[in-house]
């Protein structure tokens, strides 16, 4: 079993940034992809950002040149880094781990920009 929990959501001015954590637990096996996913009321989750466990990422248009996303594989935990943030990146985050064709996602941490 797979159990992820985030953290590091919050309240923050237009331009600012905010540090997003997701730690791992369980079985976790080599190859294992994780990825920052968000939703906001009345739209569908949207990928944010993935990286893969050698390193590889893919970033949504709308966060590209703001977000970095990082793991650190001996820790098991990912990784976002929200900069020059803006009142349409207010949703609620949702770290996900993808492994042996299976997801698993953790609850979420809301992150709201606002002035």
């Known amino acids: 079993q797979v159990q992820l929990v985030e953290s590091g959501g919050g309240l923050v001015q237009p331009g600012g940034s905010l540090r997003l954590s997701c730690a791992a637990s369980?079985?976790?096996?080599?190859?294992?992809?994780m990825g920052w996913y968000r939703q906001t009321p009345g739209k569908q989750r949207e990928l944010v950002a993935i990286?893969?466990?050698?390193?590889?990422?893919v970033y949504a248009d709308s966060a590209k040149g703001r977000f970095t996303i990082s793991r650190d594989n001996v820790k098991n935990t990912l990784s976002l880094q929200m900069n020059s943030l803006q009142p349409e990146d207010t949703a609620v985050y949702y770290c996900?781990?993808?492994?042996?064709?299976?997801?698993?996602w953790g609850q979420g941490t809301q992150v709201t920009v606002s002035s």
């Open positions: 996900r781990l993808t492994q042996l064709g299976s997801h698993y």
């Open positions: 990286i893969t466990n050698g390193a590889s990422t």
């Open positions: 369980g079985s976790i096996f080599r190859g294992a992809a």
